[in-house]
């Protein structure tokens, strides 16, 4: 898990599925995994003049994480490509057509999809998107003479196309506009720090990360609990309009993810804790009557640290859930899988907390 987030995405790649139906699906390619490394690497970052764009082709397998054109010619028939396009957290992406050339009543397709798909899971997530899911395809074919441009919702998007003649090409122009108020984002690190605001919105805005970590909440901000303090007649966040999640799984989809934790009451100093699964979410949901804020840190965990919670069992599966209590750093630990009485000293050198601050609360 010490590779770079490309190389990552070489493991995601490889596993990617068919989705049914003639409208989008990607099959597996014919590509060597010395291929395959060349082209999720050679997409680097460039420091390129404004009065120049870069450009290149576009391969039928690609990731796409610079600003510049991109051109495909099919050398032959094409019948499911994907190109895989990723932005800084506070941009979205934006892809105009400036030419296509391409048999649309042959069966021909391009389309942009608003997240990413991989194996059969989206993100975001349709509970975090505000379109319903056929709104987030958007088909050349359909609509490329009145709308030239499409813009993502998040800092990732997706190109899926299907061309049958050799000889049939299409231009596109990438750019990555800023977004002020980000929600929904795919880390293109295993490390770094990030805030995620939520003005006033009814939204729910997840932020993925795709490698085991530990995360460090710095600041939690929730409106409520300075003007509408909750009662709390069961444990956890449940009920609350407003709250924060930590999740960890091996999809893309959070709405498929396991809870590992929950935070809804103030609390002093970091909370940390280690999540050793593929990928982990901080989500946040957010009723709308306040402005939310949370902020973080996030870090690879090392092989050490990997092996150790392998040995004394996943995180998520452990625990069906944590919540952050009133006391100070008190995190309160209910639902052990399968009635299974892990030692208090095992699970808090997991979560990195000390053993004084966990509770543990028998299965309702």
């Known amino acids: ?11 995601l790649v490889l596993c990617l599925s068919f989705l049914k139906g003639d409208t989008r699906y990607i099959e597996e390619n014919d590509i060597t995994p010395e291929g395959l490394f060349a082209l999720l690497n ?18 039928c397998l ?6 510049g054109q991109f051109t495909f010619t099919a050398d032959r028939p094409q019948l499911s490509c994907a190109s895989f396009f990723i932005a800084e957290p506070d941009q979205v992406i934006s892809v105009e057509y400036d030419s296509v050339d391409i048999d649309c009543r042959g069966g021909d397709f391009i389309k942009v999809f608003d997240g990413w798909v991989m194996k059969g899971e989206k993100f975001p997530s349709s509970q975090d998107h505000a ?3 056929m709104e987030r395809y958007v ?5 490329g003479t009145v709308r030239r441009t499409v813009r993502s919702s998040q800092n990732v998007a997706m190109l899926f196309f299907r061309i049958h003649t050799a000889g049939s090409s299409f231009t596109l122009t990438v750019r990555k506009p800023i977004n002020p108020f980000p929600c929904n984002i795919i880390s293109q690190t ?15 805005c997840s932020f993925s990360i795709i490698y085991p970590v530990e995360i460090k909440i710095a600041e939690l901000s929730l409106g409520h609990l300075n003007d509408f303090p ?29 809870p590992v934790a929950d935070l809804c009451y103030k609390f002093n100093g970091p909370a940390q804790m280690k999540i050793g699964c593929d990928n982990t979410v901080v989500r946040m949901v957010s009723s709308g009557r306040f402005v939310n804020r949370v902020a973080f840190q996030y870090r690879l965990l090392d092989r050490q640290e990997l092996q150790r919670i392998k040995l004394m069992g996943t995180t998520h599966h452990r625990l069906s859930s944590l919540s952050l209590y009133p ?14 009485h892990a030692s208090l000293a095992e699970l808090s050198v997991s979560l990195s907390i000390s053993p004084q601050h966990v509770v543990y609360l028998p299965p309702s």
């Open 1 to 11: 898990m010490e590779g770079t987030f490309r190389e990552q995405l070489f493991f």
């Open 42 to 59: 050679s997409e680097l970052k460039r420091e390129i003049p404004e009065t120049l764009i870069y450009s290149r082709p576009l391969r």
């Open 62 to 67: 690609d990731m796409v994480a610079v600003e």
């Open 131 to 133: 379109l319903p899911l």
């Open 139 to 143: 088909d050349y074919c359909d609509s």
């Open 190 to 204: 295993p490390e770094g720090s990030f805030t995620m605001v939520i003005p006033q919105q009814h939204r729910n």
């Open 230 to 258: 909750i009662k709390r007649s069961i444990p956890g966040c449940a009920g609350a309009g407003d709250f924060v999640e930590l999740l960890g799984g091996n999809g893309m989809d959070p709405s498929k993810m396991f």
């Open 327 to 340: 006391s100070p750093n008190m995190l309160s630990i209910y639902h052990l899988a399968n009635g299974d």
